[in-house]
């Protein structure tokens, strides 16, 4: 696909049953730039390839052993402009650890961007977006998916911001030393005094202050100490589906009034309630038949407990998680909050291949705006949906940085547990 003009670039073969977007979105796409909030395709190939990361062909990962979401070929299917690539690290390793799996995913990050200079250019701006979409690559930023990937310290994510990193996600499962996590128990009743000068040192650098993954009472937090439009890069509606990673709508209100965005996640466990359940049910069940390191019904009988586990999946069928029901987040929050307030995070290569009927890969994306066009979005709205609304935000980030430039860095020592409010 080496330099072929952007219309040439629209037409190349949809791969798998993903099908061309029609007339309608593919002007809507072309003039907004499609960006996704939140995709794990680095942290997915590091885990996956080792050393083989660094050369392996990734314009089709189709025919791989384990199928990959995403590829070259399917991100121009899928018509994506811009793409917020993930580095995530396990919250549970020491935080020097995290920091150089994170320089080594960064790294990762730009060298993809060499290799296939025709598909991609890194961007820290939004007009940096807007440019690249407009000559034909896909803009590429980069999100650390985690507070606790700079180890307590500012000057880290200072370093970050210099490498290119465009937002922070202030926790990542457990709760951290600074925040709580939506997944773990609380410890400081939202972000402590260090938690809030992160917030404000990101406000600084014009770096993106992500929710997704922080406890409600964190996120309440946030959105009061922030001078600057939030996001959350891939979390849903909590209305429609009860999972604490999720965003109530009181938290939508609060977005709403701060500008920023929430960028709607297709993983089944954010999207249904049902599947919610039925995946707790399953991991209980694992429990009780075994699953190490706990002492089952079956423990020490690996071959019984699989063909039990087989068995309580034949008569307890996954519920199925479908596109309309993503599409109905979306209106969800675009009800709750407004139409300027809600993107897409799909978190391809992050949820184990396991996605919504019609969203299985990023070649999907135009299914999801046929849908809501059939609904009755308009070209606007659809525009905004798209990438508009995360380009304000983005706007609106600079701005504030270029106000705070001139004031000194955030440098507040060593984070201590909140005293209670």
Request: hydrophobic share 40%; aromatic share 6%.
């Amino acid at each position: 696909m080496k330099h072929l003009p952007y219309f040439a670039l629209l037409l190349v073969a949809v791969p798998g049953s993903a099908q061309p977007p029609s007339p309608r979105i593919e002007r809507v796409l072309k003039a907004t730039p499609l960006i996704d909030g939140h995709n794990d395709w680095a942290e997915t190939l590091h885990e996956r390839e080792g050393d083989g990361r660094w050369t392996l062909d990734l314009k089709d990962l189709r025919r791989t052993p384990v199928a990959y979401d995403t590829d070259i070929l399917r991100l121009r299917a899928g018509r994506v402009g811009g793409q917020f690539w993930s580095v995530f690290v396990s919250a549970d390793l020491p935080g020097p650890e995290q920091v150089k799996q994170t320089l080594e995913q960064i790294d990762l990050i730009h060298a993809i961007v060499a290799r296939y200079p025709d598909t991609f250019e890194l961007a820290r701006t939004a007009g940096d977006v807007r440019r690249i979409h407009k000559a034909g690559r896909i803009a590429s930023l980069i999100g650390v998916e985690g507070g606790g990937q700079i180890d307590n310290s500012l000057a880290v994510l200072r370093t970050y911001h210099d490498l290119g990193a465009a937002y922070l996600t202030l926790t990542h499962v457990r709760t951290i030393d600074w925040a709580d996590s939506a997944t773990d128990n609380p410890q400081h009743d939202g972000l402590t005094p260090f938690g809030e000068s992160v917030v404000r040192e990101l406000n600084r650098l014009g770096m993106l202050v992500d929710l997704s993954h922080v406890s409600e009472a964190t996120m309440r937090d946030a959105l009061r100490v922030t001078k600057a439009p939030v996001i959350f890069s891939h979390s849903s509606a909590r209305a429609l589906d009860d999972h604490p990673r999720n965003v109530s709508d009181e938290v939508l209100k609060l977005v709403s009034a701060n500008g920023g965005v929430v960028m709607v996640n297709f993983a089944p466990v954010y999207i249904s309630e049902a599947y919610r359940r039925w995946s707790a049910e399953q991991a209980a069940e694992k429990t009780l038949l075994g699953a190490p390191p706990y002492n089952g019904l079956l423990v020490g009988q690996p071959d019984r407990a699989a063909a039990a586990l087989a068995q309580w999946q034949r008569e307890h069928p996954a519920p199925s998680v479908t596109l309309m029901q993503v599409a109905d987040h979306i209106e969800h929050i675009a009800k709750i909050a407004g139409i300027d307030h809600v993107g897409l995070g799909g978190d391809y290569d992050g949820v184990g291949n396991i996605l919504p009927e019609g969203l299985t890969d990023v070649a999907t994306y135009p299914a999801l705006f046929e849908e809501l066009a059939r609904r009755g979005w308009s070209d606007s709205d659809l525009a905004k949906l798209a990438g508009g609304n995360v380009l304000r935000v983005m706007e609106e980030a600079e701005k504030v940085a270029t106000v705070l430039k001139s004031r000194a860095p955030e440098n507040p020592g060593t984070p201590t547990r909140c005293p209670t409010k």
